[in-house]
């Protein structure tokens, strides 16, 4: 099993940034790959960015490429999702996911454990 909580989400207005946590416990984490996902009101979970197991690989959606950013801190359990340049299509509730896998993967249904959520809103 693995448990994972968000933070960091909040109101911003359009061109900010904030940077989103995701603190893991009970398996190895550092075993295990990292998604970030989005779900707009109204909409479907989306894929936003994943993480490999060391860090050394990363993934993007094209919507988000060049202003996001995600990292992980192994040490601490955790990994980042750093939103730069936002915009009001960003708003969404984030999870992070961990499939099972030490691999990057972009699927909803490749991600096992689910954290409850942290919602950005972004205004105009």
């Known amino acids: 099993q693995v448990q994972l909580v968000e933070s960091g989400g909040g109101l911003v207005q359009a061109g900010g940034s904030l940077r989103l946590s995701c603190a893991a416990s009970?398996?190895?984490?550092?075993?295990?790959?990292v998604g970030w996902f989005r779900r707009a009101p109204g909409k479907e979970r989306l894929f936003v960015a994943a993480i490999n197991w060391s860090g050394g690989n990363t993934r993007y959606a094209d919507s988000v490429k060049g202003r996001f950013t995600i990292s992980r801190d192994n040490a601490k359990n955790t990994v980042y999702l750093q939103m730069n340049s936002l915009k009001p299509e960003d708003t969404a509730a984030y999870y992070c996911a961990v499939p099972e896998s030490r691999y990057t993967r972009i699927l909803e249904v490749e991600y096992a454990y689910w954290g409850q959520g942290t919602q950005v809103t972004v205004s105009s």
């Open positions: 009970g398996r190895t984490f550092s075993s295990y790959a």
